[in-house]
């Protein structure tokens, strides 16, 4: 079967999660199909117009760089049997208008909804608004099914489009076997060691109350921030602001961690907390966060519900002087990986 994968390709070991979804995708039925994975030149200093329009570039095998006509006329030439759009990029609608001289079905995973995002989070241009809202109708209109990463994700978009609802299913991301599993048991550490990220807007909110109610508290604790915004300014003095440079890998990172605190106003999924509670960490999540569907509420993990500092403190205050149940809390939480594994 001729399968087209549309998406952004990343080459290196550092991925977001989307990226880390379309290899992953790539990678496990390549060998199955004729695939052929479509990208595009995005750098615009490193890529001319000419590229950017007629270009194409082979990145590896089968997985190429096209320029916006090319992949049209490439696209016509293959005529693939399944077209999967395995994110959100605006050059997805070379292949939209191509699919309308030949049978094809085409299936798009959101991991996301861009014109929610752009409303209340990225505060693009004008322009760029009204590009992004434009391409994702254009997707969600030619696909047969679309994918939602999350129950969270599938009933945002509902409520902005019911006419969706027939043809959707919701698949998570997959966690890659080499997060399976602790290194360090969590209840031998007398430290409680947390950790929390913020590489989205969305998740500075948390990242405050999380602070906040620390600083409040009198737990054995230890935070590590993983964020690239310099003005975090963290009072706890028991505590680290670390940068993607700064450490090894996230796995790496994870290794002797406890907690995973994931507090924001808009996580369609999170693979971050789910390739940690694969790790043995116990997740503190918001109600706004995808992953909370693999999390039942203080058994392996925690859900937040409106950004409540008293329950938070209240949570990290008993797993922090519990141990048995902190181990109780890491060993179910890693039992996620049966469901998310690859």
Not at 76 to 81: D, G, I, S, V
Not at 90 to 109: M, P
Not at 289 to 316: H, Q
């Amino acid at each position: 079967m001729k399968v087209l994968l549309v998406g952004r390709y990343n080459d290196s070991d550092s991925l977001t999660g989307p990226e880390k979804f379309a290899k992953r995708i790539y990678e496990s039925i390549n060998s199955k199909h004729d695939v052929t994975f479509a990208d595009y030149f995005f750098d615009g200093s490193k890529y001319g117009l000419k590229q950017k329009l007629f270009g194409k570039f082979t990145v590896r095998d089968n997985v190429f760089k096209f320029g916006i006509f090319k992949l049209f006329f490439f696209t016509l030439k293959l005529k693939p049997e399944v077209i999967h759009i395995l994110n959100f990029e605006r050059f997805a609608c070379v292949v939209c208008f191509a699919s309308l001289f030949f049978n094809t079905k085409i299936i798009y995973t959101a991991h996301g909804l861009i014109s929610y995002e752009d409303k209340y989070f990225n505060n693009p241009s004008i322009t760029l608004k009204l590009k992004n809202r434009v391409t994702e109708k254009i997707i969600f209109r030619f696909s047969i099914y679309v994918i939602f990463v999350s129950s969270f994700l599938e009933s945002l978009v509902l409520k902005y489009n019911k006419t969706l609802k027939a043809k959707t299913f919701i698949i998570p991301p997959g966690v890659d076997r080499e997060f399976y599993g602790r290194e360090v048991a969590s209840h031998q550490n007398d430290i409680l060691e947390i950790v929390t990220f913020e590489y989205h807007p969305s998740r500075l909110r948390g990242i405050t109350l999380l602070i906040s109610a620390l600083n409040e508290l009198n737990i054995n604790d230890f935070l590590t921030v993983l964020s690239e915004n310099s003005n975090i300014i963290v009072l706890n003095h028991k505590s680290i602001v670390l940068k993607k440079n700064d450490y090894e890998s996230y796995r790496h990172l994870l290794k002797n961690k406890d907690v995973i605190v994931c507090l924001s106003e808009y996580d369609t999924f999170s693979l971050f907390t789910a390739e940690a509670m694969c790790c043995g960490l116990i997740p503190i999540v918001s109600e706004n966060t995808g992953v909370k569907d693999y999390i039942s509420n203080g058994e392996n993990g925690f859900i937040i519900n409106n950004f409540n500092k008293n329950e938070l403190k209240k949570i990290l205050t008993q797993i922090g002087n519990d141990k048995i149940y902190r181990q109780k809390l890491s060993t179910n939480a890693m039992t996620v990986y049966n469901e998310l594994n690859w």
